[in-house]
Nanobody, 122 residues
Framework: QVQLEESGGGLVQAGGSLRLSCSAS????????MGWYRQAPGKQRELVAM???????NTADSVKGRFTISRDSATNTVYLQMNSLQLEDTAVYYC????????????????WGQGTQVTVSS
């Protein structure tokens, strides 16, 4: 009923930039939170950045000053502008959304994208 589709991943050199996009579609009444997680090989999944309903955002310390999250609520799309990429940023990036679906009578649900690979090379 709700789909999250990521795009924009790829291979970039250290110091380069990349822009990830994630669009949510389906029977959506409202999306409260949208953001990005990532998981590197041998590591646990970690929060990268989150956009909350309203104007508040949160960015992990490891990417502050380099990554910027933004959201277009009209199209249910969240972006992650990634600048000054480092080797340590290599991971699968997953889009996340907390969605109140049409017809939902209780609390909203968490939805995840399939993930997009970001590889940073030297």
């Amino acid at each position: 009923q709700v789909q999250l589709e990521e795009s924009g991943g790829g291979l970039v050199q250290a110091g380069g930039s990349l822009r990830l996009s994630c669009s949510a579609s389906g029977r959506i009444f409202r999306i409260n939170d949208m953001g990005w997680y990532r998981q590197a090989p041998g590591k646990q999944r970690e929060l990268v950045a989150m956009s909350f309903r309203g104007t508040a955002t949160n960015t992990a310390d490891s990417v502050k000053g380099r990554f910027t999250i933004s959201r277009d609520s009209a199209t249910n799309t969240v972006y992650l502008q990634m600048n000054s990429l480092q080797l340590e940023d290599t991971a699968v990036y997953y889009c996340y959304a907390h969605v109140i679906a049409v017809g939902t009578l209780t609390k909203g649900n968490d939805f995840w994208g399939q993930g997009t690979q970001v590889t940073v090379s030297s």
